[in-house]
């Protein structure tokens, strides 16, 4: 049974870091591709980045230079370093992983996905 857990989600100030990590079970997460998403309260679901099998990543536009995407494939673990945190990044993040994803950041390219870890970043 394909299982993912967020977590490292909390409450930080503007300027702040977190790092909220996925544990995946019941697949290796190695031969799949790994992404989060966000979504803020009356938003769509986002895409915020993505690492592909081979470790190549993606980032959406809003997050460059600004978090990092990262897997360690021994721990069957995604990562996402999230560094000078805005307001605007508050939202409920979310783990997906698939097989193969065409659009990376695509939320209807994932099957699997967690349930999410609360990101709330306050003035």
């Known amino acids: 049974q394909v299982q993912l857990v967020e977590s490292g989600g909390g409450s930080v100030q503007a300027g702040g870091s977190l790092r909220l990590s996925c544990v995946a079970s019941?697949?290796?997460?190695?031969?799949?591709?790994m992404a989060w998403f966000r979504q803020a309260p009356g938003k769509e679901r986002e895409g915020v980045a993505a690492i592909e099998s081979d470790g190549t990543s993606s980032l959406a536009d809003s997050v460059k230079g600004r978090f990092t995407i990262s897997r360690d494939n021994a721990k069957n673990t995604l990562y996402l370093q999230m560094n000078s945190l805005k307001l605007d990044d508050t939202a409920m993040y979310y783990c997906a992983a698939d097989f193969w994803a065409k659009w990376l950041l695509d939320k209807d390219e994932y099957n699997y996905w967690g349930q999410g870890t609360q990101v709330t970043v306050s003035s």
């Open positions: 019941g697949f290796f997460a190695t031969n799949y591709d």
